[in-house]
């Protein structure tokens, strides 16, 4: 059973890679601030019409992926991007192993008509398999 869906529209930035040097800093690629600053705005402004608050015990997290070609793209690096997002917007607590033990990533193809690919993140209940 999904707690929480979010659909996030467009191509995810990898956070990661093409990193810019600051002062002696790393900092992300201006891609993937404008991306997150985009995204988390919307976020913030919407998760309070849901009701939602950042579970205190463990979910697992599905992330399906959508791309708008098939060119090389790698879906840790955009899970990496996705699941800050989902931290900095009070979603989730931490995405540590504690908070977060099981995460799901897939590939659901190319969105060969709108070249706008989709991305559905699902926040469910983790069943940890004990007891059984």
């Known amino acids: 059973m999904d707690l929480l869906e979010i659909k996030l529209r467009g191509r995810i930035p990898s956070k990661k890679n093409s990193r810019r040097n600051y002062r002696g800093n790393s900092i ?4 993937f601030v ?3 600053d985009r995204n988390r705005a919307s976020l913030v402004e919407w998760l309070p019409t849901t009701g939602w608050r950042a579970p205190e015990s463990p979910v697992s997290v599905s992330i399906l992926f959508e791309f708008p070609d098939m060119g090389k ?18 979603i989730l607590r931490d ?5 977060v033990p099981e995460l799901l990533l897939r590939f659901a193809g190319e969105d060969k008509l709108s070249k706008n690919p989709l991305t559905i993140v699902r926040i469910g209940r ?7």
Not at 28 to 31: C, D, E, H, Q
Not at 73 to 90: I, R, T
Not at 126 to 132: I, N, V
């Open 28 to 31: 992300p690629s201006a891609k």
């Open 34 to 36: 404008e991306w997150h």
């Open 73 to 90: 793209a790698d879906l840790s690096n955009k899970a990496e991007s996705v699941m800050d997002l989902l931290v900095d917007c009070g």
């Open 95 to 99: 995405d540590s192993w504690r908070f």
């Open 126 to 132: 983790y069943d940890s398999g004990e007891g059984q």
